[in-house]
């Protein structure tokens, strides 16, 4: 099963920028979607947003909070996924989890979720 493991959050302050790496091991199913998730202090697993996502055609989504400002892609052989965050504000503090999605053998969704990486923006 393949595994996530998310690099790159830290202290940051307002205006500033960072990038997330999510390393994706091996999966013999072909994952379709890969994205960024966060969760903010406070919040429950289920209330986690949804700050940007790409498709195995490469087509991406982002919400209206993030968008202008973020910037997912991933390497040519999609082992790694990006997070690009520029101009960052205090309210994007939060942990942010990477996720991918893929069809197993009998066509169920799947998901699996790394285990998250601190980002904090200072005012």
Not at 25 to 54: L, N
Not at 92 to 119: M, P, S
């Amino acid at each position: 099963q393949a595994q996530l493991v998310e690099s790159g959050g830290g202290l940051v302050q307002a205006g500033g920028s960072l990038r997330l790496s999510c390393a994706v091991s091996k999966s013999r199913f072909s994952i379709h979607t890969m994205g960024w998730y966060r969760q903010a202090p406070g919040k429950q697993r289920d209330e986690r947003e949804m700050v940007a996502t790409i498709t195995s055609g490469g087509s991406t989504n982002y919400p209206a909070s993030t968008k202008g400002r973020f910037t997912i892609s991933t390497d040519n052989a999609k082992n790694t996924i990006f997070l690009d965050m520029n101009n960052l504000k205090p309210e994007d503090t939060a942990v942010y989890y990477c996720k991918i999605e893929f069809l197993d053998d009998y066509k169920l969704n799947l998901e699996i979720w790394g285990q998250g990486t601190l980002v904090t923006v200072s005012s």
